[in-house]
């Protein structure tokens, strides 16, 4: 069977996918944004695309993103008729949509079969927008408006999609109920035998210091400081937890750019204006104690979330982070906002701690509190394992499930 997959960020979200299905006997090729992509990943062919022109300087507010995305459709609908007249026909199209690159790819292969990534639906209730009051939006009178608009690319995807996947059932159930029903929920999976935990993990930092699991270490980690990961809350919590635990070290992990919502409206980064906001109820002696790694490899993050004695994990009713499922995965004891789509995984007091996301006494509170109590962080990092383990499994859950859900669509 001929297999394309279309993703911007080639392998991303079908890093564990696409290998297997090339280990299957499949023809697998993949279309990617990438400037200069290799000839081939994992023996999977790569095909490039750019965008053929850039977006507006001058267009009305509400479609700008959807002229983005028409563009990034349009470029890969050229290189899918390039491929067509040499005579390349596939019998399914994996593809994630939130770019738009798929949008067009039906009109150039109306027999393959296509199944759509299905991450999030946008929506006025119960999801990101209008969550933290903090940060309203720029215009909110006119939020129904451009929301509708913003959600054309899903609807487009809607009418020639055979089937989606979505990595959580309350991802999935953003979606409307018209598509809802096409919808498998299967997660990318979690190799939980690699992401295990490690008693004699060490890390280096500050030149001459190795941090070791005797030591008090505390955790936060984001691909990006933000707020809709929770930084703000993080931040304004530390001036309590430094004063409170003399002996702890605090990590934090991530760059200063934006993943998700804006940027600051008078220029740079979240990671600085909340760093100055706590900095002088912190004193230098209990600043130094807090460290951050920026950007790091994944071995490093890795021995970072083994290193953590408690893990802090936020987000506003959002897209799940694969790093929580990690940190659950490696036994770290987790402290965790109350929002929806975090109460899928963690279980107050039995896989973790849940607050409410902006209550900044009740973080510190429970961080403190389990740092006072190992036998307490043991048992909710035993149990948060043993849940990965029996549900987000690569090899045993979620490889399979996806590979199930490739079959029903070709069958």
Same mark, same amino acid.
């Given at each position: 069977?001929?297999?394309?997959?279309?993703?911007?960020?080639?392998?991303?979200?079908?890093?564990?996918?696409?290998?297997?299905?090339?280990?299957?006997?499949?023809?697998?090729?993949?279309?990617?944004?990438?400037?200069?992509?290799?000839?081939?990943?994992?023996?999977?062919?790569?095909?490039?695309?750019?965008?053929?022109?850039?977006?507006?300087?001058?267009?009305?507010?509400?479609?700008?993103?959807?002229?983005?995305?028409?563009?990034?459709?349009?470029?890969?609908?050229?290189?899918?008729?390039?491929?067509?007249?040499?005579?390349?026909?596939?019998?399914?199209? $994996?593809? +994630?949509? @939130?770019?738009?690159?798929? =949008?067009?790819?039906?009109? *150039?292969?109306?027999?393959?079969?296509? !199944?759509?990534?299905?991450?999030?639906?946008?929506?006025?209730?119960?999801?990101?927008?209008?969550?933290?009051?903090?940060?309203?939006?720029?215009?909110?009178?006119?939020?129904?408006?451009?929301?509708?608009?913003?959600?054309?690319?899903?609807?487009?995807?809607?009418?020639?999609?055979?089937?989606?996947?979505?990595?959580?059932?309350?991802?999935?159930?953003?979606?409307?109920?018209?598509?809802?029903?096409?919808?498998? $929920?299967? +997660?990318? @999976?979690?190799?939980?035998? =690699?992401?295990?935990?490690? *008693?004699?993990?060490?890390?280096?930092? !500050?030149?001459?210091?190795?941090?070791?699991?005797?030591?008090?270490?505390?955790?936060?980690?984001?691909?990006?400081?933000?707020?809709?990961?929770?930084?703000?809350?993080?931040?304004?919590?530390?001036?309590?937890?430094?004063?409170?635990?003399?002996?702890?070290?605090?990590?934090?992990?991530?760059?200063?750019?934006?993943?998700?919502?804006?940027?600051?409206?008078?220029?740079?980064?979240?990671?600085?204006?909340?760093?100055?906001?706590?900095?002088?109820?912190?004193?230098?002696?209990?600043?130094?104690? *807090?460290?951050?790694?920026?950007?790091?490899?994944?071995?490093?993050?890795?021995?970072?979330?083994?290193?953590?004695?408690?893990?802090?994990?936020?987000?506003?009713?959002?897209?799940?982070?694969?790093?929580?499922?990690?940190?659950?995965?490696?036994?770290?004891?987790?402290?965790?906002?109350?929002?929806?789509?975090?109460?899928?995984?963690?279980?107050?007091?039995?896989?973790?701690?849940?607050?409410?996301?902006?209550?900044?006494?009740?973080?510190?509170?429970?961080?403190?509190?389990?740092?006072?109590?190992?036998?307490?962080?043991?048992?909710?990092?035993?149990?948060?394992?043993?849940?990965?383990?029996?549900?987000?499994?690569?090899?045993?859950?979620?490889?399979?499930?996806?590979?199930?859900?490739?079959?029903?669509?070709?069958?």
């Amino acid at each position: 069977m001929r297999i394309l997959f279309i993703h911007q960020n080639f392998p991303g979200q079908f890093r564990h996918l696409a290998p297997a299905l090339l280990k299957r006997g499949h023809d697998v090729t993949a279309m990617t944004m990438m400037k200069a992509p290799p000839a081939q990943w994992q023996g999977i062919k790569l095909i490039g695309y750019r965008a053929l022109r850039s977006s507006s300087k001058v267009i009305h507010p509400w479609i700008a993103d959807l002229e983005t995305k028409t563009i990034r459709g349009e470029s890969c609908y050229r290189v899918a008729m390039q491929l067509r007249a040499n005579g390349y026909n596939p019998d399914l199209i $994996v593809a +994630h949509p @939130g770019w738009g690159e798929s =949008m067009f790819v039906k009109d *150039v292969w109306p027999e393959a079969k296509l !199944g759509i990534y299905c991450e999030f639906y946008y929506s006025l209730n119960g999801t990101d927008i209008g969550f933290d009051p903090e940060f309203p939006t720029r215009d909110p009178q006119s939020d129904a408006c451009r929301i509708r608009i913003k959600n054309l690319n899903n609807q487009l995807h809607f009418t020639i999609a055979d089937a989606g996947l979505s990595p959580t059932k309350w991802q999935a159930d953003t979606f409307p109920e018209t598509f809802r029903s096409k919808i498998s $929920v299967v +997660h990318d @999976g979690i190799h939980t035998g =690699m992401v295990t935990p490690e *008693v004699s993990v060490s890390f280096p930092i !500050g030149g001459d210091r190795t941090l070791t699991r005797s030591d008090e270490v505390i955790t936060f980690v984001n691909r990006n400081l933000e707020p809709y990961r929770g930084y703000h809350i993080f931040m304004r919590a530390l001036p309590e937890i430094l004063a409170r635990r003399p002996g702890a070290t605090v990590l934090i992990v991530g760059g200063d750019a934006v993943s998700y919502g804006s940027k600051p409206v008078d220029g740079g980064s979240w990671k600085k204006i909340f760093a100055e906001e706590v900095r002088s109820q912190i004193s230098d002696a209990d600043w130094n104690r *807090v460290h951050y790694l920026g950007k790091v490899s994944y071995d490093r993050f890795l021995a970072i979330l083994q290193l953590s004695a408690v893990h802090v994990y936020l987000t506003y009713p959002f897209v799940l982070s694969w790093s929580l499922l990690e940190a659950m995965s490696v036994g770290c004891a987790i402290v965790a906002s109350d929002t929806p789509p975090v109460r899928e995984v963690i279980r107050h007091d039995e896989t973790g701690c849940l607050v409410d996301f902006f209550d900044v006494k009740a973080l510190a509170e429970n961080v403190c509190s389990l740092l006072d109590d190992p036998d307490k962080r043991s048992a909710l990092g035993s149990q948060a394992r043993l849940f990965v383990q029996e549900r987000y499994d690569l090899e045993r859950v979620c490889l399979p499930g996806q590979i199930a859900w490739v079959e029903r669509m070709m069958s």
